[in-house]
């Protein structure tokens, strides 16, 4: 079974920054591409970033390109998001994802197989 726990969420002011982590068990996680999505209150599930098996190739929202990194440490089975000059447009319920290949990149959420519970990031004035 395989399992995505993510941490790292909790309130920040609007212009801070934070670090979610995602770790991952139940299979070989340096064979396959990760992604982050969000989701706001009353609103669609977004994409927001995707890595490819080795870190090597990265796939960015345009709303937060520049301002988020993906990574991953495939020692550690733990994909990475980090999150600078956050404003209130990023407060969301963020979940990591699992692809099933080794570069997809893909903004389609139908195409990941795995998801974790999510963590709740909040942007505060």
């Known amino acids: 079974q395989v399992l995505l726990v993510e941490s790292g969420g909790g309130l920040v002011q609007a212009g801070a920054s934070l670090r979610l982590s995602c770790i991952s068990s139940?299979?070989?996680?340096?064979?396959?591409?990760m992604g982050w999505f969000r989701q706001a209150p009353g609103k669609e599930r977004e994409f927001v970033a995707a890595?490819?098996?080795?870190?090597?190739?990265?796939n960015y929202a345009d709303s937060v390109k520049g301002r988020f990194t993906i990574f991953r440490d495939n020692t550690k089975d733990t994909v990475y998001l980090e999150m600078n000059s956050l404003d209130f447009e990023d407060a969301a319920f963020y979940s990591c994802?699992?692809?099933?290949?080794?570069?997809?990149?893909?903004?389609?959420?139908?195409?990941?197989?795995?998801w974790g519970q999510g963590t709740q990031v909040t942007v505060s004035s």
């Open positions: 890595i490819n098996w080795n870190g090597e190739i990265t």
């Open positions: 994802t699992g692809a099933t290949e080794m570069n997809f990149l893909s903004s389609w959420a139908e195409g990941y197989s795995y």
């Open positions: 139940g299979r070989t996680f340096s064979i396959y591409a």
